[in-house]
């Protein structure tokens, strides 16, 4: 077993955040199946070979059960964070230190009850919720709150010039 020292020293993840606007211009948020009481917008690896718009599409359908959104802005800024002490080595098969994401802006284009949480692999949240982008922070673990906060000053742009 790696002491703390090792695992603070392992890679990030790469990974994609994903702001899904509804058409209200409220971003979607879900409550983690694992740990209730922690919500998250979708997020997830990027596979080899795969551009982040098709990592976005493919982990909102895995997160979502729908893929009815387009993508309208992806990022250019590299956010990371990193796992608190106690979840070092536990996530992801210990293989990772925490995230680096690339952000993406997608516009809904379904409908709520196209909105089914549960994929036949790993479902990812027990329920969901429409919210402003503003608020989103009140909901987050305090370790992805400034990551959080990040996406929301960038993405509050966006919300206004395409949702």
């Known amino acids: 077993m790696k002491?703390?020292?090792?695992?603070r020293n392992l890679p990030y993840r790469q990974c994609v955040g994903i702001v899904l606007f509804n058409p209200d211009g409220k971003v979607f948020v879900g409550e983690r199946l694992d740990h209730p009481g922690a919500w998250q917008m979708p997020?997830?690896?990027i596979d080899?070979?795969?551009t982040i718009e098709e990592a976005a599409l493919r982990e909102l359908l895995e997160e979502t059960g729908t893929d009815k959104a387009e993508v309208v802005f992806v990022s250019d800024k590299v956010l990371t964070y990193e796992l608190p002490d106690h979840l070092l080595g536990k996530l992801w098969g210990g293989r990772y230190k925490g995230q680096e994401q690339r952000?993406?802006?997608l516009r809904f284009t379904g409908e709520d009850h196209e909105i089914t949480l549960y994929d036949k692999v790993h479902p990812e949240f027990s329920k969901w919720k429409w919210v402003p982008l503003s608020e989103v922070c009140e909901l987050i673990v305090p370790?992805?709150?400034a990551t959080y906060e990040?996406?929301?000053?960038?993405f509050t742009p966006i919300l206004e010039k395409y949702i």
């Not at 990040?150 to 960038?154: F, G, P």
């Open 3 to 7: 002491n703390l020292e090792e695992l």
């Open 43 to 45: 997020q997830g690896g």
């Open 48 to 50: 080899p070979g795969e």
């Open 103 to 105: 952000w993406a802006a």
């Open 143 to 145: 370790f992805k709150r």
């Open 150 to 154: 990040d996406v929301i000053a960038e």
